[in-house]
């Protein structure tokens, strides 16, 4: 199946790892004229694993909350993980 119509990247078993482009490309439309260096890997996971909830807040809403990270987290690899973040985000909200 061809995904590039989908407007963003085709899994393969060699690029599964890589961080998506569309990160580049977002940042390239709204800023073009900057030079940005983009997040590395583990700047992005630092960014995610630095927030947390209260040891008060009940461990189910702390479960989607984890899930919601390990999303976010993947969607530097797979963009559109993001929007699932985003619904269980809400979903913890």
Same mark, same amino acid.
């Given at each position: 199946?061809?995904t590039a119509a989908f407007g963003f990247k085709?899994?393969? %078993?060699?690029? #599964?790892?890589?961080?998506?482009?569309? #990160?580049?490309?977002?940042?390239?439309?709204?800023?073009?004229?900057?030079?940005?260096?983009?997040?590395? +890997?583990?700047?992005?996971?630092?960014?995610?694993?630095?927030?947390?909830?209260?040891?008060?807040?009940?461990?189910e809403v702390r479960k989607l909350? %984890?899930? %919601?990270? +390990?999303?976010? %987290?993947?969607?530097?690899?797979?963009?559109?993980?993001?929007?699932?973040?985003?619904?269980?985000?809400?979903?913890?909200?």
């Open positions: 199946m061809n085709e899994l393969t %078993a060699d690029n #599964w790892l890589a961080p998506d482009r569309v #990160w580049a490309d977002v940042v390239n439309a709204v800023l073009p004229d900057w030079e940005i260096q983009l997040m590395t +890997g583990d700047t992005w996971i630092q960014a995610i694993l630095d927030f947390d909830l209260l040891e008060t807040v009940p461990i909350f %984890a899930v %919601a990270c +390990g999303a976010i %987290a993947y969607g530097y690899f797979f963009y559109p993980l993001l929007t699932l973040a985003t619904e269980q985000l809400y979903r913890v909200t």
